[in-house]
Nanobody, 123 residues
Framework: QVPLMESGGGSVQAGGSLRLSCTPS?????MAWFRQAPGKEREGVAT???????TYADSVKGRFTISKDNAKNTLYLQMNSLKPEDTAMYYC????????????????????WGQGTQVTVSS
């Protein structure tokens, strides 16, 4: 597997926006964004599958959007209306061979991960 590389993290105030990027993207299987805050388990944030069906965590619905630019081979996570509870290390993942709804809750099914990018939201 080709290693994934994330970018776009940073520090913002509550209500702000960030856009995370992950390369290279793939259309062969599901890709996703996960996050992990200190002392918490890794959780699925947003997942997209080969049909373009997207699954979001309830906590980010209406605020975050996962998308893919095939020409640029890049997966994005647009994050708007950020809250302090969104503070975490965000990871890009690829390689889950199932639909987005299932992959979203099964991080162990992803076989390729990035190193993570830190997002910090201050109140």
């Amino acid at each position: 597997q080709v290693p994934l590389m994330e970018s776009g993290g940073g520090s913002v105030q509550a209500g702000g926006s960030l856009r995370l990027s992950c390369t290279p993207s793939t259309n062969a299987d599901s890709m996703a964004w996960f996050r992990q805050a200190p002392g918490k388990e890794r959780e699925g944030v947003a997942t997209t599958d080969v049909l373009g069906i997207r699954t979001y965590a309830d906590s980010v619905k209406g605020r975050f959007t996962i998308s893919k630019d095939n020409a640029k081979n890049t997966l994005y996570l647009q994050m708007n209306s950020l809250k302090p509870e969104d503070t975490a290390m965000y990871y890009c993942a690829a390689g889950c061979p199932y639909n987005s709804a299932y992959c979203h809750t099964q991080p162990t099914l992803f076989n390729t991960w990035g190193q993570g990018t830190q997002v910090t939201v201050s109140s």
